[in-house]
């Protein structure tokens, strides 16, 4: 008898919940981020981490503390500020 099947493949983070649970916002949430990181990565093409990023004790969530980054202007941005 098979009490439990777990399938690792195509499996999504429980970070809204699921099947019942699921949050009505998640979808608008995971649209928000991925134009947030758009943003970013364009804004700051370098971004890179500046040092470890540390893990929050916890049991119920998978987070970091902080996220310390390095950030460096584009060279596109760089190059029209020095033209002004």
Do not use: Y
Not at 37 to 60: C, H
């Amino acid at each position: 008898m098979v009490l439990a099947q777990f399938d690792a493949q195509g499996h999504e983070s429980g970070s809204f919940g699921h099947g019942p649970h699921t949050c009505i916002g998640a979808p608008l949430a995971r649209l928000e981020g991925k134009a947030a990181l758009q943003a970013l990565f364009s804004r700051w093409p370098d971004l890179a981490p500046a040092a470890p990023a540390p893990r929050a004790p916890s049991v119920l969530m998978n987070a970091h503390t902080s996220l310390p980054l390095r950030l460096r202007p584009s060279r596109q941005r760089h190059d029209a500020g020095a033209a002004k």
